[in-house]
């Protein structure tokens, strides 16, 4: 039998595939999939449906327009699977999701494109990360499909012993601070699914979003009135550049400059693109992240500057650092 012939239309996926090393079944990739940097190379058979060079508010316009639509039934979705690359790539295999339409094409995108083209009948993987864990099972479900359970059980195991090392350090210091996670500034969404949990294993008390459960709409006030220790700000789908182009937005908030976070210099910014939104084998890495950022006379990495960086507040004695 010859060897599987992939497409993966979700950045995660294509880096779970590399990371097993799997590299060379890759025949096509999402228009997102950006890590690591060879798979550049790779013929892209998605392309997003909306403007995303546009402020956050609007940005979350087109979402829910395309999304829901004037009739749900007629939506047409975020995102396309470009049916002349899907025909050409002739894949044996697909790596999809059902967690989330917003964030990448979903299982119905897949299923439409491959009907309107029968001579393909690929093996379809859909994950489903809703929570850590579940990251962690997606990454033993593609080794299934198109690889051996034992490469899985490998960069499982590996992954875990990575994480549990740091939460446990985490789990030995005194202090708590509550953390705000910021997943959109406009309109203001909290982080979920994985998030909360990466968050209290790095030594943190996370203030809102619930482990497991998908990413909740707050209004200013929730976070005006929790007054956390920490702010996080790495909005879906942002590198730390685009996400400083949105920070005047949080920045006009009334009550922004008396928060504690903000008084204290601990407001930061994360590569949410790269890192925190994407449910991967780098979430390892995310942790180490928050950890830095949480607690960073404890850890140090070395992320600080490419994964994340502190954001210059009206500091009154406490350094970011």
Not at 3 to 9: A, C, N
Not at 40 to 65: F, H, M, N, Y
Not at 98 to 105: I, S, Y
Request: net charge negative; charged share 25%.
């Amino acid at each position: 039998m010859s060897d599987p012939r992939v497409l993966s239309l979700i950045a995660s996926a294509t880096e779970i595939v590399c990371a097993l090393g799997y590299r060379d079944r890759l025949v096509g990739r999402s228009h997102e999939c950006d890590f690591p940097a060879d798979v550049g190379d790779l013929p892209v058979a998605t392309a997003p449906r909306i403007d995303v060079d546009v402020p956050s508010g609007e940005i979350d316009a087109q979402v829910k327009a395309a999304v829901l639509g004037a009739d749900p039934l007629d939506a047409l979705g975020v995102y396309e699977v470009r049916l002349e690359v899907l025909e050409s790539l002739q894949p044996t295999h697909v790596i999809t999701q059902t967690q989330c339409e917003v964030c990448a094409v979903s299982l119905r995108d897949v299923e439409s494109a491959l009907r309107q083209l029968p001579g393909i009948a690929p093996e379809l993987v859909p994950l489903a990360p809703n929570s850590l864990d579940d990251v962690l099972h997606d990454v033993a479900r593609v080794a299934r499909a198109i690889g051996s359970e034992a490469d899985g059980d490998r960069l499982v195991g590996h992954l875990r012993g990575r994480m549990g090392a740091v939460a446990r350090a985490a789990r030995r210091l005194d202090r708590r601070p509550g953390v705000a996670l910021i997943e959109w500034v406009d309109p203001l969404m909290a982080g979920g699914n994985w998030m909360p949990e990466l968050v209290e294993m790095a030594g943190g008390e996370n203030l809102f979003g619930a482990a497991g459960r998908h990413s909740p709409w707050m209004e200013w006030e929730q976070v005006r009135d929790a007054d956390p220790n920490i702010i996080v700000i790495a909005p879906c789908g942002f590198p730390i550049e685009r996400t400083l182009e949105d920070l005047p937005i949080l920045e006009s908030q009334p009550g922004w400059r008396s928060l504690r976070a903000v008084r204290r210099g601990r407001v930061f910014v994360a590569d949410g693109n790269w890192y925190f939104n994407r449910p991967g084998p780098r979430l390892a890495e995310t942790l180490e992240i928050l950890a830095e950022m949480i607690h960073p006379d404890e850890f140090d990495f070395g992320h600080r500057g490419r994964g994340w960086r502190p954001v210059a507040t009206e500091s009154v004695g406490v350094s970011p650092r």
